[in-house]
T-cell receptor, first 114, second 113 residues
Framework: DVKVTQSSRYLVKRTGEKVFLECVQD?????MFWYRQDPGLGLRLIYFSYDVKMKEKGDIPEGYSVSREKKERFSLILESASTNQTSMYLCASSSLPNLGPSFFFGPGTRLTVT | GENVEQHPSTLSVQEGDSAVIKCTYSDSASNYFPWYKQELGKRPQLIIDIRSNVGEKKDQRIAVTLNKTAKHFSLHITETQPEDSAVYFCAPSLNTGGFKTIFGAGTRLFVKA
């Protein structure tokens, strides 16, 4: 059974703090993604990674960075949290294309920045 | 890059009726077309997908149809039930490595008992 886990379900941080969101998958998937989900805006891609130490910007990378030191772990970093980064953050992984790039999502981290 | 649009954004149907959600995409190279369902408070989960060499796929009450020429694909739910109430997302993409997947904005389906 595929498992994608995220380090926290709920997180409250103060403006200006550095925030780390961790995601771990146990299916040896090459591709990992970070999305944020806001009401009426759907899922917006922040960053993705298709290999260890590789990263690509998504549609809304500003204010975020990522790290992928190991295949199973993909971290999202908010360098200096701001109130407009209050959101639900979803991590996902997917397998090699010949298996179909279907996504497996983590449970999400609801981040509140005050 | 890929531009993805879903219609309608909200859909309300009576239990037992059918529901159809349409996803339009811009990248003609896209060759993988999935639909995800997200129930309230839960993570999105894949419910059905189709590849570009197939025009239609069915799994019990749900089906996906693809029109590659017109660059759209649709989710069909028949005999809707209250548990079908959820947000549905499409995510057309390239079936290659290193891809960037864009999700549609989502369609909120309400099934009234």
């Amino acid at each position: 059974d595929v498992k994608v886990t995220q380090s926290s379900r709920y997180l409250v941080k103060r403006t200006g703090e550095k925030v780390f969101l961790e995601c771990v998958q146990d299916m040896d998937h090459e591709n990992m993604f970070w999305y944020r989900q806001d009401p009426g805006l759907g899922l917006r891609l922040i960053y993705f990674s298709y290999d260890v130490k590789m990263k690509e910007k998504g549609d809304i990378p500003e204010g975020y960075s990522v790290s992928r030191e190991k295949k199973e772990r993909f971290s999202l970093i908010l360098e200096s949290a701001s109130t407009n980064q209050t959101s639900m953050y979803l991590c996902a992984s997917s397998s090699l294309p010949n298996l179909g790039p279907s996504f497996f999502f983590g449970p999400g981290t609801r981040l509140t920045v005050t | 890059g890929e531009n993805v649009e879903q219609h309608p954004s909200t859909l309300s149907v009576q239990e037992g009726d059918s529901a159809v959600i349409k996803c339009t995409y811009s990248d003609s190279a896209s060759n993988y077309f999935p639909w995800y369902k997200q129930e309230l408070g839960k993570r999105p989960q894949l419910i059905i997908d189709i590849r570009s060499n197939v025009g239609e796929k069915k799994d019990q009450r749900i089906a996906v149809t693809l029109n590659k020429t017109a660059k759209h694909f649709s989710l069909h739910i028949t005999e809707t039930q209250p548990e079908d109430s959820a947000v549905y997302f499409c995510a057309p993409s390239l079936n290659t490595g290193g891809f960037k997947t864009i999700f549609g904005a989502g369609t909120r389906l309400f099934v009234k008992a």
